[in-house]
């Protein structure tokens, strides 16, 4: 194996081992800001759907029940780090036919080009300003419930914590 393809298949593997993180940054005793970081082949979309999941956690996690996103922001600086090598491979094959003093060709011949693949790094961000609410506050009623975004399976997914994967 290559240099270049150990590489390759280095980095394939690094990006595969944890393609989503999550950062929790408390403002106030019941507001925390928290971001959460998706691999570039989860999207926009991953992010978001991570971002709610991990703040149903977070309210959780913070003795809260319910929460409002009061502020909430994308960002992303996905790029094309490198191509894989381009490969060439031409395969062919001719028939001569003659008789002495003349000779008649004919062939054929098809190039397969394989690699050319790009090397994407980069993630995909989401940031929510949460406001956390227990169920009897004032506004609760207007606030989203944890434990409903983390579906019946709720105690688990609370468990588990923030997700390694989108």
Not at 154 to 164: C, D, E, I, N, R
Request: proline residues 5%; contains cysteine.
């Amino acid at each position: 194996m290559t240099l270049r393809a150990s590489l390759l298949l280095g980095l394939t593997a690094l990006s595969l081992a944890a393609c989503a993180r999550t950062t929790v940054l408390p403002i106030a005793a019941d507001e925390v800001e928290l971001t959460a970081y998706v691999a570039p082949v989860c999207g926009a979309w991953g992010a978001q759907k991570m971002a709610l999941h991990d703040a149903a956690v977070e309210t959780l996690r913070a003795h809260y029940s319910r929460f409002i996103v009061m502020d909430a922001g994308a960002a992303d600086d996905v790029r094309v780090l490198m191509r894989t090598p381009t490969i060439a491979q031409t395969y062919g094959s001719a028939t001569v036919t003659g008789t002495p003093g003349y000779a008649t060709a004919s062939g054929s011949s098809t190039t397969l080009y394989t690699g050319g693949l790009p090397i994407v790094a980069g993630t995909h961000d989401e940031t929510l300003v949460l406001r956390l609410f227990h169920r009897t506050d004032p506004g609760a009623e207007n606030a989203v419930s944890a434990r409903s975004v983390l579906g019946p399976q709720w105690q688990k997914a609370l468990a588990h914590g923030f997700p390694h994967t989108c």
